[in-house]
T-cell receptor, first 114, second 115 residues
Framework: AQKITQTQPGMFVQEKEAVTLDCTYD???????LFWYKQPSSGEMIFLIY??????QNATEGRYSLNFQKARKSANLVISASQLGDSAMYFC???????????FGTGTRLKVLA | DAGVIQSPRHEVTEMGQEVTLRCKPI?????LFWYRQTMMRGLELLIY????????DSGMPEDRFSAKMPNASFSTLKIQPSEPRDSAVYFC?????????????FGPGTRLTVT
């Protein structure tokens, strides 16, 4: 069954350092997409980055990169040079190729320390 | 583009009252999703539509909940009668599922409080 697991309920990182948020997934579909969303305290859900299962290279978007290890079924989010504004809840999500439904993880709350 | 629009942003109502939440998806998107978020249960998918047709409503908690999408630019989620346990933030999201990434874009949410 399709599943997303985020094992870190909360994390701290010092400002300007890099941080990795873990995400593992389970699917039997060879075609799927992986997504990361940010939810700051204001509540909105913001799309950050996408990785397709057939993509050869890891996705990058500014300070966000996705460490995609297909064999391990992991799609970790790396935030470089953390900023205070990165403090938020981060959700990993997956959608199988032929499906409409997105499966979300339980989220990781990140706190950036000054 | 204005993004996904939800109204109202906040709703406070008394138990037993009918509540209607509204959503306008991003123009050109063909799929629409209703989610509920609480501290206890996290983010729950309630129902989703593709081309205005409900595909899966298995996440709708009870018959008190109903959702419609009469056209591509409007959807409603109705709770009748409302109960205190329905208090949550309700998100609407839309996406284009077809060629491309198909990322979801979320509205700002409606914070519902049932007293």
């Amino acid at each position: 069954a399709q599943k997303i697991t985020q094992t870190q309920p909360g994390m701290f990182v010092q400002e300007k350092e890099a941080v990795t948020l873990d995400c593992t997934y389970d699917t039997s579909d060879p075609s799927y997409g992986l997504f990361w969303y940010k939810q700051p305290s204001s509540g909105e859900m913001i799309f950050l980055i996408y990785q397709g299962s057939y993509d050869q290279q890891n996705a990058t978007e500014g300070r966000y990169s996705l460490n995609f290890q297909k064999a391990r079924k992991s799609a970790n989010l790396v935030i470089s040079a953390s900023q205070l504004g990165d403090s938020a809840m981060y959700f990993c999500a997956m959608r199988e190729g032929g499906a409409y439904k997105y499966i979300f993880g339980t989220g990781t709350r990140l706190k950036v320390l000054a | 583009d204005a993004g996904v629009i939800q109204s109202p942003r906040h709703e406070v109502t008394e138990m037993g009252q009918e509540v209607t939440l509204r959503c306008k998806p991003i123009s050109g998107h063909n799929s629409l999703f209703w989610y509920r978020q609480t501290m206890m249960r996290g983010l729950e998918l309630l129902i989703y539509f593709n081309n205005n047709v409900p595909i899966d409503d298995s996440g709708m908690p009870e018959d008190r909940f109903s959702a419609k999408m009469p056209n591509a630019s409007f959807s409603t989620l109705k709770i009748q009668p409302s109960e205190p346990r329905d208090s949550a933030v309700y998100f609407c999201a839309s996406s284009f599922i077809g060629a491309g990434v198909g990322e979801q874009y979320f509205g700002p949410g409606t914070r519902l409080t049932v007293t």
